[in-house]
């Protein structure tokens, strides 16, 4: 069975950090672009990060710029996102995707999704 599984997220104070794990089973990563998408309550799922499948050339949102970082460990089968100076407004339901594709932007591309992890961010 082909699944993501996403793990680290939790309640964090304003201005801390947290690193979020995907890792698949059932099938590589090595062929797959990978993202990263969140859900806050009553708004739109958006698209935070995504990175290709044979390079690192990284995409990020405008709102995450320079704060999150997304990776990818092929030898583990897993990839990542690093949230630093986190604050309320990035509370949410957070994603991670995998596409069959050398590089996907739009969240219809990713057909392999994980089960969501909660990132609640409060002091």
């Known amino acids: 069975q082909k699944q993501l599984v996403e793990s680290g997220g939790g309640l964090v104070q304003p201005g801390g950090s947290l690193r979020l794990s995907c890792a698949a089973s059932?099938?590589?990563?090595?062929?797959?672009?990978i993202a990263w998408f969140r859900q806050a309550p009553g708004k739109a799922r958006e698209g935070l990060s995504c990175?290709?499948?044979?390079?690192?050339?990284?995409y990020y949102a405008d709102s995450v710029k320079g704060r999150f970082t997304i990776s990818r460990d092929n030898s583990k089968n897993t990839f990542y996102l690093q949230i630093n100076s986190l604050n309320p407004e990035d509370t949410a339901v957070y994603y991670c995707?995998?596409?069959?594709?050398?590089?996907?932007?739009?969240?219809?591309?990713?057909?392999?999704w994980g089960q969501g992890t909660q990132v609640t961010v409060s002091s």
């Open positions: 995707a995998a596409a069959a594709k050398l590089f996907a932007t739009r969240a219809d591309e990713y057909v392999y």
């Open positions: 059932g099938f590589s990563l090595e062929h797959y672009a």
């Open positions: 990175i290709g499948s044979t390079d690192n050339s990284a």
